[in-house]
């Protein structure tokens, strides 16, 4: 287990310095330049845009920078900062940092059985991992892998709402069977993103079977499968290099034996339902409703920006909401997280939880996002370059780095306690 509490920041430091007296650096860069610059050069070219490229010319991208840089931390001095506290609780579950695993989509790009390593290292940190709903791996696999590490280990599921309710419906009751504390719904990839870094490549992960676990673990996605192959017109499809390697990958990422996969007609079958159903661009509020009719669990709504959306998320009673703009990677020229995170703030007035993710690299950039009105920040790119870079521990250290910079920030900035900051510990410039 990585050791969390008081004076995590001083104990992280301790530990690199140790190491350092042998002639050891450690393995995940500290500072987020270093390490996405390393990861990149581990990774493909195609894991590389996908993870971390954004929309169209990458404005959302440089606005989350920039809109996070206009507010300073305001330091005080002279006040006893010996002992501080990160914990926070998010619906019933105490938390020793107010930091999430956010969900990545096909992450196996970075590092084989990319969902099990995160949920490891999320585990061994004790804070939630949101299962990914475009997963490299069962969640009932990520949730027997975070047991194994911690009993109870906290994890939520991210929701993509599928063209077709019965998968829905059979998603939402195995998030409940594994232990979900919440269904984060994702909003704003019912289409896909303009996105030319995989757009020159041609390269769609989905469409060779990367990042479809979850479906092709699920009864009912076989069901819809075999209602599609009965009513399929047999097309001759055509043949190259390009496509025979295509046909290796669905093989290979989808349940069964290698060699009959490649004959058989059902993978390939599954990876055009999935391409065909899995995100709903008609999604609107009555379909959010009815998910009460599906589950008790918290329902938090992931992608919203505008405050005239958050205010009627709470007249509808949700729990939760997640201010993102999806790392930049569905509009571009969107506005920042940070900047759409004050709106939001103001407009709910505490009513329900404000997560925040997209652009939140540092320990000081949890720090701002707290200190404008967010419960919690959710990590992404960070823990999946530590994951390029060293598996499990490479995204366990990655995250363990900006908690304890947090710890340290909130200290030397004089404070005790990530509940009681508020924006008279920034100042806009």
Same mark, same amino acid.
């Given at each position: 287990?990585?050791?969390?509490?008081?004076?995590?920041?001083?104990?992280?430091?301790?530990?690199?310095?140790?190491?350092?007296?042998?002639?050891?650096?450690? %393995?995940?860069?500290?500072?987020?330049?270093?390490?996405?610059?390393?990861?990149?050069?581990?990774?493909?070219?195609?894991? *590389?845009?996908?993870?971390?490229?954004?929309?169209?010319?990458?404005?959302?991208?440089?606005?989350?920078?920039?809109?996070?840089?206009? *507010?300073?931390?305001? &330091?005080?001095?002279?006040?006893?900062?010996?002992?501080?506290?990160?914990?926070?609780?998010?619906?019933?579950?105490?938390?020793?940092?107010?930091?999430?695993?956010?969900?990545?989509?096909?992450?196996?790009?970075?590092?084989?059985?990319?969902?099990?390593?995160?949920? #490891?290292?999320?585990?061994?940190?004790?804070? +939630?991992?949101?299962?990914?709903?475009?997963?490299?791996?069962?969640?009932?696999?990520?949730?027997?892998?975070?047991?194994?590490?911690? +009993?109870?280990?906290?994890?939520?599921?991210?929701?993509?709402?599928?063209?077709?309710?019965?998968? @829905?419906?059979?998603?939402?009751?195995?998030?409940?069977?594994?232990?979900?504390?919440?269904?984060?719904?994702?909003?704003?990839?019912?289409?896909?993103? *303009?996105?030319?870094?995989?757009?020159?490549?041609?390269?769609?992960?989905?469409?060779?079977?990367?990042?479809?676990?979850?479906? =092709?673990?699920?009864?009912?996605? *076989?069901?819809?499968?075999?209602?599609?192959?009965?009513?399929?017109?047999?097309?001759?499809?055509?043949?190259?290099?390009?496509?025979?390697?295509?046909?290796?990958?669905?093989?290979?990422?989808? &349940?069964?034996?290698?060699?009959?996969?490649?004959? %058989?007609?059902?993978?390939?079958?599954?990876?055009?339902?999935?391409?065909?159903?899995?995100?709903?661009?008609?999604?609107?509020?009555?379909?959010?409703?009815?998910?009460?009719?599906?589950?008790?669990?918290?329902?938090?709504?992931?992608?919203?920006?505008?405050?005239?959306?958050?205010?009627?998320?709470?007249?509808?009673?949700?729990?939760?909401?997640?201010?993102?703009? #999806?790392?930049?990677?569905?509009?571009?020229?969107?506005?920042?997280?940070?900047?759409?995170?004050?709106?939001? @703030?103001?407009?709910?007035?505490?009513?329900?939880?404000?997560?925040?993710?997209?652009?939140?690299?540092?320990?000081?950039?949890?720090?701002?996002?707290?200190?404008?009105?967010?419960?919690?920040?959710?990590?992404?790119?960070?823990?999946?370059?530590?994951?390029?870079?060293?598996?499990?521990?490479?995204?366990?250290? %990655?995250? %363990?780095?900006?908690?304890?910079?947090?710890?340290?920030?909130?200290?030397?900035?004089?404070?005790?306690?990530? =509940?009681?900051?508020?924006?008279?510990?920034?100042?806009?410039?």
């Amino acid at each position: 287990m990585v050791p969390m509490g008081s004076n995590i920041g001083r104990a992280r430091q301790n530990e690199i310095y140790r190491a350092g007296i042998h002639g050891r650096a450690p %393995a995940i860069p500290t500072d987020f330049a270093t390490l996405e610059r390393r990861a990149q050069a581990v990774m493909s070219k195609r894991g *590389w845009a996908y993870i971390g490229g954004g929309a169209g010319e990458g404005r959302t991208m440089d606005a989350n920078r920039s809109a996070l840089d206009r *507010w300073a931390i305001v &330091p005080r001095v002279l006040r006893d900062t010996s002992d501080r506290s990160l914990e926070v609780e998010l619906f019933g579950q105490t938390l020793p940092a107010p930091v999430l695993f956010s969900p990545v989509g096909a992450g196996a790009l970075a590092h084989d059985r990319a969902d099990v390593h995160i949920g #490891h290292a999320a585990a061994e940190l004790g804070l +939630p991992y949101i299962f990914s709903n475009q997963g490299c791996a069962p969640m009932e696999d990520v949730a027997a892998e975070m047991e194994s590490v911690r +009993p109870g280990a906290p994890r939520w599921f991210q929701l993509y709402w599928s063209t077709d309710d019965r998968l @829905v419906r059979s998603l939402v009751a195995r998030a409940e069977a594994m232990g979900a504390a919440a269904i984060a719904v994702t909003l704003d990839t019912t289409m896909l993103g *303009w996105r030319p870094q995989d757009l020159n490549l041609g390269s769609l992960p989905f469409a060779r079977a990367e990042g479809i676990n979850q479906y =092709t673990s699920d009864p009912t996605f *076989w069901e819809i499968v075999a209602e599609r192959l009965k009513g399929a017109v047999s097309e001759k499809p055509e043949v190259s290099l390009g496509a025979v390697k295509t046909l290796f990958s669905i093989a290979r990422n989808v &349940p069964g034996e290698l060699r009959r996969n490649l004959t %058989a007609p059902e993978p390939r079958a599954a990876v055009e339902t999935f391409l065909d159903i899995y995100s709903r661009p008609s999604l609107n509020w009555d379909d959010i409703m009815t998910l009460r009719e599906m589950t008790s669990l918290p329902i938090v709504l992931k992608g919203v920006l505008h405050p005239d959306d958050a205010r009627q998320a709470v007249e509808l009673g949700i729990d939760g909401l997640i201010v993102s703009n #999806h790392g930049g990677r569905q509009v571009d020229g969107s506005i920042s997280s940070t900047d759409a995170l004050v709106d939001v @703030v103001d407009a709910v007035k505490g009513q329900i939880k404000i997560l925040v993710d997209s652009g939140f690299y540092t320990g000081s950039d949890v720090f701002k996002a707290l200190a404008l009105g967010a419960d919690a920040v959710c990590i992404g790119r960070p823990h999946m370059y530590g994951l390029a870079l060293a598996g499990a521990d490479g995204a366990r250290d %990655a995250v %363990a780095n900006i908690v304890a910079e947090l710890d340290l920030t909130l200290g030397l900035s004089g404070h005790t306690d990530v =509940t009681t900051l508020d924006r008279s510990a920034l100042k806009r410039v």
